[in-house]
């Protein structure tokens, strides 16, 4: 109606709250990717930085060696013996077996080390209950082979898997979270946004949306104050238009029923196009005010098809079910099944029928007339404002009225042809 849609949040001002955008939101996850890769790196390198080089662990392992030769020969090789197991050493007399195809790569570097840089000394990497060790040959009078373990301690490759781990499911956490604060909002505006569309009054939660989202939310929230605003005026000047038309028709009327004289045909014929004319300003403010604001409540279809017909011109044949309950707009539904009545009667031929019965989720009120009936193209031209037969007289409205209800009710308008000839109209309404 000529106004221009205001693109601008609720009250005309940016919204400050403390809730981060988009864009915020994104960073904070980027954020949290360097920050855990940091930390990857800071205990990774604190890791491999404390552990003694491995050069200088073997020439240790060496020295060891040496010591528990030379202590060996001052002493009986039972006391050698025991000595070394009561400090925890794995100790054994026959050699082991080489165990080099399950050790972890990390371990395999440390036993190539070992036999550059122990020299003659015979070593063995295997496998015992303690993991990966490295058997060493002592040169003592019975010969004893010593098992030095990689311990308890976790492998770097195992550590950084540990880290790389624990860091992508603090992204994924932190994903999860912002992707759903992003999309619950999001859809419940999609819910929302035909109705929003249409006008209608809906509330929209979006407590801790970001602030993209909730500047749209406002922005729909005002368009759809000004659709409303915009459907008001119009039913305001259709019914102020229709007051000021009616006053002096109804003076015209009574004008007419007092002239002397008057030719009777003419007459008629006059007090038919006043009562068209009252009849199409009737349509319009119906199909203005198309039904929205009134309150929703449960109706029994079939007491309203029966209404509907109390007042119908012809005889017709009913087949109702006995209660036919639905969530609805009274008022709004009462005029469509009028509306199509009315079609059939003013466009059709007798017989004429209407039945109404559940089909599926839907109840289905079907409407049938012997008369020439519309094709497949006019059927749908018909459903258009302000198509209709100029022989047949009307405003054209009256089912595109009915297809908008249908539409409230989460229904549908069909028109097919009737068998052998006629018009079928076919009502789906659902709750509303």
Request: charged share 25%.
């Amino acid at each position: 109606m000529g106004r221009r849609l205001c693109l601008r949040p609720a009250g005309g001002r940016r919204m400050n709250r403390p809730v981060r955008g988009v864009f915020a939101q994104l960073v904070l996850v980027i954020a949290l990717v360097l920050v855990g890769t940091i930390v990857l790196a800071v205990l990774l390198g604190r890791e491999l930085t404390s552990r003694p080089p491995t050069v200088q662990l073997l020439h240790s392992i060496d020295a060891f060696a040496e010591s528990v030769e030379a202590l060996d020969r001052d002493q009986p090789a039972a006391r050698t013996l025991e000595l070394l197991r009561s400090n925890g050493l794995e100790v054994r007399t026959d050699p082991p077996v080489a165990d080099s195809d399950q050790l972890s790569p990390w371990f395999s570097l440390i036993e190539s080390r070992a036999r550059n840089v122990l020299g003659d000394r015979e070593v063995v990497a295997g496998r015992s209950a303690r993991g990966d060790v490295l058997w060493l040959k002592l040169d003592t009078t019975q010969p004893l082979w010593v098992a030095f373990a990689q311990g308890a301690r976790v492998g770097a490759r195992q550590f950084s898997v540990l880290l790389l781990a624990g860091c992508a499911l603090l992204v994924w956490l932190a994903a999860a979270y912002f992707a759903r604060r992003l999309a619950l909002p999001l859809r419940e505006l999609a819910a929302a946004a035909p109705a929003l569309m249409r006008g209608e009054d809906v509330g929209l939660g979006g407590a801790g949306a970001p602030r993209e989202v909730r500047e749209l939310q406002s922005v729909l929230l005002r368009a759809s104050s000004e659709v409303r605003e915009a459907a008001s005026e119009r039913v305001l000047m259709l019914a102020g238009i229709s007051h000021d038309l009616r006053t002096p028709l109804t003076r015209v009327q009574y004008a007419l029923a007092l002239l002397p004289g008057t030719d009777p045909d003419l007459l008629e014929g006059m007090e038919r196009d006043i009562g068209e004319i009252d009849a199409i300003l009737s349509q319009f403010i119906a199909y203005a005010r198309d039904g929205r604001d009134e309150a929703i409540e449960t109706v029994d279809l079939a007491e309203t098809c029966r209404n509907a017909l109390a007042a119908a011109a012809f005889d017709w044949e009913i087949e109702l079910a006995p209660q036919a309950p639905v969530r609805g707009r009274p008022m709004a539904l009462l005029r469509a099944i009028e509306n199509l009545v009315g079609n059939a009667e003013r466009h059709g031929e007798p017989i004429f029928a209407l039945s109404l019965q559940r089909g599926g989720d839907a109840w289905r009120i079907e409407i049938a007339d012997q008369g020439p009936g519309l094709s497949a193209d006019a059927a749908r031209r018909a459903r258009q404002p302000f198509v209709h037969d100029d022989s047949a007289g009307g405003t054209g409205l009256g089912l595109a009225i009915v297809e908008r209800i249908a539409r409230q009710h989460h229904g549908e308008l069909q028109l097919h042809a009737n068998t052998p000839r006629g018009l079928r109209a076919v009502l789906l309404l659902r709750d509303a």
